[in-house]
Structures are given as structure tokens and as C-alpha cells.
């Protein structure tokens, strides 16, 4: 039967079944696909915290949404166009989220009265018309795969896990995707076990010619490339691009790179991605806590090391007794904050942005450091080679706060040369003639002078020092000099940062404020509202402290402000604060980033439905 082949613009796809089901793994490899075929993508990883949730149960459901366009998009998609089911509890845990007449894919052998019980269905919903206004297609996914492995020496449980690929291979056909990609990944992982290597190019390859030869399929999908800038590009998660873009720094300034790090979600992958780089003296060291790896950090900056440690929410308040070290001796030291949410372990696989007032006031004492935000995935990149940048140059540990949405979605990143880099200044103080330990050049930042330089011995360490000579000083006078001294060094950043840019008309009725992850929903949803007549302009800050030097000349600018915010208003308080300016506020806290459609509704609230015509 001759196929209808449909161009469309964009589709948003979503893999869900058990932890088990090995929805990441098929989701991130029609993901590695669809990048290679050049189409822009962004992705949602969805997954529950325990290492395996009680199969068939509604809390052990696992998605991995996948929104791909032949155009620039900035999101993952609002609402899947089409849904593969693999039990019925990844079925009705997804379903409130389709569009009308979404497509449906269940693997109609999980249909069974146990996992029909575990999802709390009464009756069968393939059958009693729960899902009429879809359009299903019902495919026995376990028993194809069952029956295509049938003469591989392999237990029946490793034939069934194979069911992903089957699965996969429908959808490659159905999208028009290449097989090779995901068969040349295959035959490295499973190179030294060749029965399971057989078993799933197998399923891979019968779950694409059974979209080509059944019936049931009627029409397959083609999605152009997109017309991107012209580069070198590759799928990146905002860990992976994280974790090279401090190797990228470290590469660009010269020095040995130093991460001390406890493994936490979902900020580990940075650890375990670093780890890879060893050739390029890269040295990762897992701690057996959250203390010592930020304290083994700052030893690395004080021998002249570029420093980082990682974490997420729970790990950053147990470091910031260490940060206030950091900040008393001077060090260069990048504390990256992959933000879940909270309080206490929380949601440790849910993204959140609560973590912004700690990152701007979390410690005792008076202790200021520099705070960037990242964007997107890609933008984790840049992000930590200029967090570097401003740690080294300024001599002041500087947090990178991303969230788990950045962390473990993905998007392409264009590939910069190495000489697009910025330049990172290093600057060792090598001459004793005059040196003292607290000598400030015009930014007010003092000299990184490392141990074993003849000459320039000095005390370092948590107890106040006088100004200039480094002597441990308990004067009232100094200690409030020295206070005010750091707090001025960071304000200087301001000099380097770039200005608040608004992407639209310079003033008007309504900004919308973004910061962090929120970047992506809010830049989708004001072109939408635009196109349909409404006045409304974004700014987007990356620079948190000090803010960028013409932020309030912006703010004053506009009418009304709007901060959407994944917490209850941290950069709205800020603001508020600062500049005594009243702003709206759009706040969700459900482990979930904004939907294009949340930010489009409150803009239209905002504005009184007036678009002006």
C-alpha cells in the first residue's frame, strides 16, 4: 500500500513507560538522529528519582518529550503531537497533556487487567472510548519483539527490554529517519556482547519495516532541516555543555583545570563529564561530601588552578560556609548550582529556580560574589567560560546557577573556534618588589600570588586581614573597610557586563523580564502574541549581581513589568528592592517549566485583552 509522505513545520513527540522501559535512551537517540539530520530540537526529560519506581505504577512513569521544527524553536513543545504509549500508566499519566486528534502508539500487550489496575483504569481505555477524539494506533509491541528475537540465545527478559528499539525504529520510519546513526551507536555500546547487539539492530530494523509494510500506517511525516547559521554542530545537554565549557576556559586562560565535586541530581553529570578529559589536565575529584569538594576547590584556586565545584539546592547550603571562605581570601573559585526543586531533597529530578535568594544572600555574614544565569543548554556553555572569565579576572568566586530543565534537555550548539573564545586574562604575581597580598589594582582586585613563588609568602585563610598587608587584623575600622572593599570589587564587574539589550520596542506598555531557563517559553510566547497585535517587549538577564548598569533605565522605560519565575518571586523581590519599582508576577512551582501558552495567557491578562486594534 503506497504511503502518503506530509511535510510539516514541527512536531513534538513524547516516549513514556516504566523507569524501566528505556524511554530516556530511545527518546535521546531519536534525539542524536534528528540533530544529524539538521533539524533545530528541543528536549524535556522527564523521570522519576528513584533508581527503579514499582513498575506499571503511575509514579514510575518516565517521558522524554522531543519538539523538532525546520525552524529556530526555542522550546520543547506545549503539547505532544504524538504519544508513544508503552503501558496504560504512561498512558493516562500523558494524556491530559495531547493536542486534539494527537496521535497515539500504546503497546497494546501491556493492556493487560494488572497494569490496567495499577493505573487506576476501571475499564480498558482502548476500548470504552476514552480516547475518542485521538487518533490510536494499537501496536503489540512486546509480542512483534518477542516474536523477531525468537532464535537469539538471550533470556526472555532481555528480549522483551528490546521492545524500545522496536518502538524507535516505528517512529524513524514514521519521521523519515535514517537508521545508521542509532545502529553505529548500537555496535559501540554493545561491541563485547553481540547476542544483545543482534537483538536490538534487529528490533530497530523490524520496528521500521513494520510502519513500511503494515496497513495500519497510512501516511509518514518529513520535517525539513532547518536553516541554521552556517557551523559545526552538535546535540549538547546543559551538563555536557557546561562541564566543555570549563575545559574550553581552561584551554583559553592557560591553566590546569580543578573540579571538586559530590555527586547530586542532577548536577553529577558535569562530574561525570569532566571525568573525560583527563589528556587536557583536567582533574576531577569526587569528594565524600559537598564541604570538602567546595574546600579541595578553593586549595586548587589558591595554587593557581582554574576551580569549580557543581552542585544543586540541597549541596549549595552546606557549602556556603566554604563560599564565605572564598570570598574572605580572594580566590577565583566558579560554584555551579543546577537548581531542582526544593525544600530539603524536594523533587530531585523537577526543575525549579528557588534557589536565587540563597545564591544572592546565602551566608553569614556580609559575603557579595558575582551571580550568572544560563538560558538554555547551549548557553551553559558560554555561560561557564564566562563565569571563568570573571573569576579569574576579579579574583572572586562567581555562582552559575542553570536548573534541571537545562541540564538534561538538549538543543544544538554551534561550535565556536577557538579564537571566538573570549580572552581570559591571567595575571600571576610574580615579582616580590613591593608586593603585598591585599594590594588592589583599579577594579580593586588584589594579586594571585601562588604558593612557592620566591618572595611571596603570605597568610591566607577565614580570619579578617588587614587591608593591604594581609596581617591578620581585628580592627573594627579595618574590618568595615575591608567589607565595604570586596562589596566595590564586586559592583565593578559591572564595568565588563554587557547592557540590558530589549528585543523589540525600546519602550511601551509591557516589558516581560526573564531570567535563567524562562528565556525560551517567554521568547515563543511574545513572538505569538505579537503576530497577533499586541505590544509587548522582553528583556533577558544573565547578570544577576551586579545587575548590568542600565537595567533601571530599561525598567522605567515600560508601563508594567511582568517576571515570570519558576519559585514565588525571587527576581521580582530584587527588583522591587532595588529600584522600588512594582512589578506583576507569574510564578509556578509544579517541578515543570512554563508552557508557552501559561506566559501567552498572562500577557493577554495583563494587557486587558487590548491589542491595540
Avoid at 48 to 61: C, F, K, M, N
Avoid at 582 to 599: A, T
Wanted: with cysteine; charged share 20%; proline share 6%.
Amino acid at each position: 500500500m503506497a504511503k502518503i509522505i506530509q511535510i510539516v513545520e514541527d512536531v513534538t513527540v513524547r516516549f513514556a513507560g516504566d523507569s524501566g522501559d528505556g524511554m530516556q535512551l530511545t527518546g535521546s537517540q531519536f534525539t542524536d538522529t534528528t540533530a544529524i539530520v539538521g533539524n533545530d530540537l528541543s528536549t524535556l526529560p522527564d523521570f522519576p528519582a528513584e533508581i527503579r519506581a514499582p513498575a506499571g505504577s503511575l509514579s514510575g512513569v518516565s517521558g522524554f518529550q522531543l519538539h523538532f521544527s525546520s525552524k529556530d524553536i526555542q522550546t520543547p513543545g506545549d503539547t505532544p503531537d504524538v504519544l508513544v504509549a508503552m503501558n496504560p500508566a504512561a498512558l493516562k499519566v500523558n494524556l491530559k497533556d495531547l493536542k486534539p486528534n494527537a496521535t497515539i502508539i500504546v503497546n497494546s500487550n501491556a493492556f493487560d487487567a494488572k497494569n490496567l489496575r495499577l493505573a487506576n483504569y476501571e475499564s480498558n481505555p482502548l476500548e470504552d472510548g476514552t480516547l475518542s477524539g485521538y487518533n490510536v494506533i494499537p501496536v503489540p509491541l512486546t509480542q512483534l519483539t518477542m516474536s523477531v528475537l525468537e532464535d537469539i540465545n538471550i533470556s526472555t527478559k532481555e528480549k522483551e527490554r528490546c521492545k524500545n528499539f522496536f518502538a524507535l525504529g516505528l517512529m524513524y520510519w514514521m519521521f523519515n529517519r535514517p537508521l545508521e546513526i542509532t545502529m553505529k551507536w548500537l555496535e559501540t555500546k554493545f561491541k563485547n556482547k553481540p547476542e544483545i547487539l543482534e537483538a536490538n539492530k534487529r528490533a530497530l530494523q523490524a520496528g521500521y519495516n513494520y510502519g513500511d509494510t503494515t496497513e495500519i500506517f497510512t501516511t509518514r511525516y518529513e520535517v525539513k532541516a532547518a536553516n541554521l547559521p552556517k557551523g559545526i554542530y552538535r546535540n549538547i545537554s546543559g551538563d555536557e555543555a557546561t562541564a566543555l565549557g570549563f575545559v574550553a576556559a581552561s584551554l583559553r586562560s592557560g591553566l590546569k583545570l580543578f573540579l571538586g565535586s559530590y555527586p547530586i541530581t542532577p548536577a553529577s553529570e558535569i562530574l561525570q563529564e569532566l571525568s573525560k578529559y583527563k589528556e587536557y589536565d583536567v582533574v576531577t575529584f569526587q569528594a565524600e561530601d559537598e564541604i570538602s569538594g567546595i574546600s579541595a576547590a578553593i586549595g586548587a584556586a589558591f595554587a593557581g588552578s582554574l576551580a569549580i565545584t557543581t552542585t544543586s539546592g540541597p549541596g549549595l547550603s552546606l557549602k556556603t560556609e566554604a563560599m564565605g571562605l572564598a570570598v574572605m581570601t580572594e580566590l577565583p573559585l566558579v560554584i555551579v548550582d543546577v537548581q531542582r526543586s526544593g525544600p530539603s531533597t524536594g523533587m530531585p529530578t523537577k526543575t525549579e529556580q528557588a534557589d536565587l535568594l540563597q545564591a544572592m544572600f546565602g551566608r553569614h555574614g556580609e559575603a557579595p560574589l558575582v551571580i550568572l544565569a544560563a538560558k538554555s543548554p547551549a548557553d551553559c556553555f558560554f555561560k561557564a567560560i564566562e563565569a571563568s572569565k570573571i573569576a579569574i579576572e576579579f579574583m572572586t568566586p562567581v555562582i552559575l546557577l542553570t536548573d534541571g530543565y537545562l541540564a538534561f534537555g538538549s538543543e544544538p550548539l554551534r561550535i565556536p573556534k577557538f579564537e571566538e573564545l573570549p580572552e581570559i586574562k591571567v595575571n600571576f604575581r610574580t615579582n616580590p618588589d613591593g608586593f603585598y597580598p591585599y594590594l588592589r589594582d583599579e577594579n580593586l582586585v588584589r594579586p594571585w600570588a601562588i604558593p612557592g613563588t620566591p618572595g611571596l609568602e603570605h597568610r591566607i585563610g577565614g580570619l579578617e586581614k588587614k587591608n593591604i598587608y594581609g596581617n591578620v587584623s581585628y580592627d573594627p575600622i579595618n574590618h568595615e573597610e575591608m567589607v565595604k572593599i570586596r562589596k566595590q570589587k564586586i559592583d565593578n564587574v559591572q564595568k565588563v557586563i554587557p547592557d540590558l539589550e530589549v528585543e523589540g520596542n525600546q519602550e511601551g506598555e509591557l516589558l516581560v523580564l526573564s531570567w535563567g531557563s524562562t528565556y525560551g517559553a517567554i521568547h515563543e510566547a511574545i513572538e505569538n502574541v505579537k503576530s497577533n497585535g499586541y505590544n509587548v517587549s522582553q528583556a533577558h538577564l544573565s547578570y544577576i549581581n551586579p545587575f548590568p548598569k542600565n537595567l533601571e533605565d530599561v525598567l522605567k522605560r515600560f508601563n508594567k513589568i511582568l517576571i515570570p519565575e519558576l519559585n514565588m518571586g525571587h527576581l521580582a523581590f530584587l527588583i522591587r528592592s532595588k529600584f522600588l519599582l512594582d512589578v506583576i508576577q507569574l510564578n509556578k512551582i509544579q517541578g515543570r517549566p512554563f508552557k508557552v501558552s501559561e506566559i501567552e495567557n498572562k500577557i493577554i491578562d495583563v494587557l486587558g485583552g487590548n491589542n491595540g486594534n
